[in-house]
């Protein structure tokens, strides 16, 4: 089946910089690719997504890029804030979904 | 607009005892549930999924159940709980593609079991 490995574990950066998590997969049917973030003690809410049609999306300070041929992917996050700092889960769905293990984000003031 | 709602917040439980969660979704229509866990400081393990009333698929067994008795109600239970049961239990709703569209998730209900 689908294994989600996001590669790092825990990311610090400097307010205003900005902070990239990378994910790969392993199933090359895997079509759909969400991006969640949890704050501490609550729960999971959509971020971004993408889907294998393209290759880049953005959204305001997000941008989630995908290679296909390398089974990758990634959240670039733009001009850090504070609020940004939380747990983001990568994820791969060609109708099941599989997470990743999470990145916890530290924006430093 | 939409709301998701779980029951109980958190529970405290006894080995060997059951359990119920719930989950309502209201403002949307025919929803598809789901069902996940989330070890203490772990990632997420999607359980169920349901895309109609009645209709539930397994996607990982773990001694639990579920079930959606009407179209914006779904159940996780368990007749004997185990340590391992222990974690943070969210439901979560899409409406689409059940495996290619955003999720919303609850709230969650934090479940200890001693």
């Known amino acids: 089946g689908e294994k989600v490995e996001q590669h790092e574990s825990t990311l610090s950066v400097r307010e205003g910089d900005s902070a990239v998590i990378n994910c790969t997969y392993t199933?090359?049917?895997?079509?759909?690719f969400p991006w969640y973030k949890q704050e501490a003690g609550k729960s999971l809410h959509f971020v971004i997504d993408?889907?294998?049609?393209?290759d880049r999306k953005q959204s305001q300070r997000l941008t989630v890029l995908l290679d296909k041929k390398a089974k990758r992917f990634s959240l670039h996050i733009t001009a850090t804030q504070p609020e940004d700092s939380a747990i983001y889960f990568c994820?791969?769905?060609?109708?099941?979904?599989?997470f990743g293990d999470g990145t916890q984000l530290v924006v430093k003031p | 607009a939409q709301t998701i709602h779980q029951w109980p917040v958190a529970e405290i439980k006894a080995v060997g005892s059951p359990l119920s969660l719930g989950c309502t979704i209201k403002?949307?229509?025919?929803?598809?549930l789901y069902w996940y866990w989330q070890a203490t400081g772990g990632t997420l393990q999607q359980l169920f999924y349901?895309?109609?009333?009645?209709?539930v698929e397994s996607v990982v067994q773990l001694n639990l159940s579920a079930s959606r008795p009407k179209d914006d109600q779904f159940i996780l239970s368990t007749e004997k709980l185990l340590l391992s049961h222990s974690g943070f239990y969210l439901c979560?709703?899409?409406?689409?593609?059940?495996?290619?569209?955003?999720?919303?998730f609850g709230p969650g209900t934090r479940l200890t079991v001693l």
């Open positions: 349901s895309i109609t009333v009645g209709q």
């Open positions: 979560a709703w899409s409406l689409g593609d059940w495996g290619g569209a955003e999720q919303y």
């Open positions: 993408i889907r294998s049609n393209v």
């Open positions: 403002g949307k229509s025919s929803p598809n």
């Open positions: 994820a791969a769905s060609n109708n099941r979904i599989f």
């Open positions: 199933d090359t049917a895997s079509s759909y």
